[in-house]
């Protein structure tokens, strides 16, 4: 009898362990283990996807937490989620061109915030959004980035238009990156042939944040990696005027072919698309001096 209810008592005692075991897994692996710290000020970002993210799911910077998230809503007669994020006050220093996206822990894990920081010299402030957004990652996008292709931020906050014209633009397809100094500023919107041309027009949507790219800058496309997907970079001129909607890139550089870089670097010649007759070893613009 003795013997019965002692094993009886160490069933029930592994039991228990069991399930607290469980709880506190459960608290460091969910947001009940994101609450706040101290005094915070929030800032709100929009996606167009929030995926499975929660309510203190934790907001991080460089993997290191520095918020959460404090509400997920639907924006009115939008298919836009407001989220905002409730920043810890030690850390007033987030840049405001700063770009937002939702991650993924692990291959299973919760999701939760992470913001690269942008070159802004002017922070974000209480209240104030994070315009540049990036939603949570779908599986296609996640091998499409692990080849180097990567992918552009949602411009929620508005665009403005120009476009480029490109004797060819290899494997580019409406939805790539549109990125200057490395930086995604925006997105391909189309890529289009008109009726008798010899040149592709490219669109351009870019986040209205930058608004002061010179008119005399150039556009090419570039390809990730090896074998990664390709992207439009953009050279900034010197012109005192800027890029508005509508306005077209003067210069232009297409992408370049496996046999044109073969060529290259074995016998210093130029891309078989180079118009211009420039001498031995240069990439000429597509369309230079063209207006």
């Known amino acids: 009898m003795t013997q019965r209810r002692s094993y009886a008592v160490g069933t029930g005692l592994f039991i228990v ?26 800032v709100t970002t929009r996606f167009a996807n929030v995926g499975q993210l929660k309510v203190r799911a934790p907001v991080k910077v460089a993997g290191v937490r520095v918020g959460s998230v404090e509400s997920i809503d639907l924006v009115p007669g939008k298919e836009e989620a407001r989220v905002t994020l409730a920043i810890d006050e030690s850390h007033k220093d987030i840049p405001q061109d700063s770009v ?13 915030v992470g913001i690269q920081f ?51 633009i290899g494997g580019l397809q409406a ?5 200057m100094a490395g930086v995604p500023i925006g997105s391909v919107e189309s890529v289009v042939v008109k009726p008798g041309a010899v040149q592709a027009t490219v669109t351009l949507a870019i986040d209205k944040r930058y608004s002061q790219i010179p008119n005399d800058s150039s556009a090419a496309v570039f390809t990730s990696g090896l074998i990664g997907s390709q992207y439009v970079a953009i050279q900034p001129g010197g012109s005192p005027e800027y890029l508005s909607e509508g306005d077209q890139f003067v210069l232009t550089q297409s992408a370049l072919q496996l046999e044109d870089l073969i060529g290259k670097f074995l016998v210093n010649g ?3 698309d180079n118009k211009n007759g420039g001498a031995q070893g240069g990439t000429q613009p597509d369309n230079a001096g063209k207006k």
């Open 17 to 42: 362990l069991g399930f607290a075991a469980l709880a506190y897994l459960a608290t460091q692996t969910t947001s009940v283990a994101n609450t706040t710290r101290g005094d915070t000020y929030d």
């Open 100 to 112: 937002a996206t939702i991650y993924t822990s692990g291959l299973l894990g919760d999701q939760y």
């Open 118 to 168: 942008g070159q802004s010299k002017t922070p974000v402030k209480a209240g104030g959004e994070i315009g540049l957004t990036r939603p949570a990652q779908q599986l296609e996008e996640m091998i499409g980035k692990f080849f180097g292709g990567g992918s552009a931020p949602d411009r929620l906050g508005g665009t403005y238009h120009v476009t480029g014209d490109f004797t060819n």
């Open 175 to 179: 939805g790539a990156a549109v990125k």
């Open 270 to 272: 130029s891309p078989s």
